[in-house]
């Protein structure tokens, strides 16, 4: 009588289990963790002649940049571009930013859009960041971007000044920045001076690792052959 008592108790423990476990893998299965769409994080994977390095695109804080960042993505507007400039810092060249994009080709251009500065987004300046290039203007911001190496708090919104746009993070291929920024440098003029890359890093291609791309209709001018 208690053997069959037992092995009842057993049987139902077991089932209890099961079913437990079964519970939690559907929690799994449904996590953000597990199942990205979503999430409002679109990753983004950039092809060098160094390596990749693989961005997390904030789509949720920064949906304005993040839209014409994935724009230029899934145009194909970054592919053929380059990391052109090394800016390392004065009192420890460890640490600094890189920039690439489309430089001055306004064949490449898309037009602006607003402008989320970190004041707006709450993003910051942290190791890793990457962030819009922009002049004086903040519609200047568009087709050129930078990423820290270690953070730059200066470049955020303060009371003096409106700061840089973050609308993301590199997840993967930090070792690839870190030998864009010590790369050798020369050349430029006023707050580039010296800092322009010798070699500049070319980026072969940039791809969407999750999402649905939404290309824009606009002519791709610089696919276009030159008539001789």
């Known amino acids: ?34 199942a990205r769409r979503g999430s409002g994080v ?21 949906p304005a940049t993040a839209a014409n960042f994935l724009a230029y993505v899934d145009d194909g ?12 810092r004065k009192a420890d060249p460890r640490f600094g930013f890189v920039q690439g994009g489309i430089q ?6 898309l037009p602006p859009f607003a402008f989320e500065g970190t004041g707006k987004t709450g993003l910051r300046h942290v190791d890793g960041a990457i962030s819009m ?8 911001a568009g087709g050129n971007y930078f990423i820290c190496v270690g953070p730059i708090p200066s470049l955020d919104a303060s009371a003096t000044s409106r700061g840089y746009a973050v609308f993301g993070r590199v997840v993967a ?10 790369a050798p440098t020369r050349g430029g003029s006023e707050v580039t001076r010296g ?5 500049p890093v070319r980026v072969i291609r940039m791809v ?13 001018q610089w696919l276009e052959k030159i008539p001789r």
């Open 104 to 109: 001055t080709d306004a064949r490449r251009i």
């Open 42 to 62: 679109v990753r983004v994977r950039i092809d060098t002649t160094l390596g990749a390095i693989t961005v997390a695109v904030n789509e949720r804080a920064a």
């Open 1 to 34: 009588m208690e053997y069959r008592v037992l092995a009842g108790w057993r049987a139902v423990v077991r089932r209890v289990v099961l079913a437990v476990m079964l519970g939690l893998g559907l929690v799994l299965a449904a996590s953000p963790a597990t």
């Open 77 to 88: 507007r970054f592919d053929g571009t380059n990391f052109y400039r090394a800016a390392q």
């Open 173 to 182: 291929g930090m070792d690839v920045v870190r030998r864009i920024l010590a």
């Open 133 to 140: 290039a922009r002049h004086d203007d903040p519609k200047s």
């Open 195 to 199: 800092q322009m890359l010798t070699n």
């Open 208 to 220: 969407r690792l999750n999402g649905v791309a939404k290309p824009t209709v606009r002519p791709r």
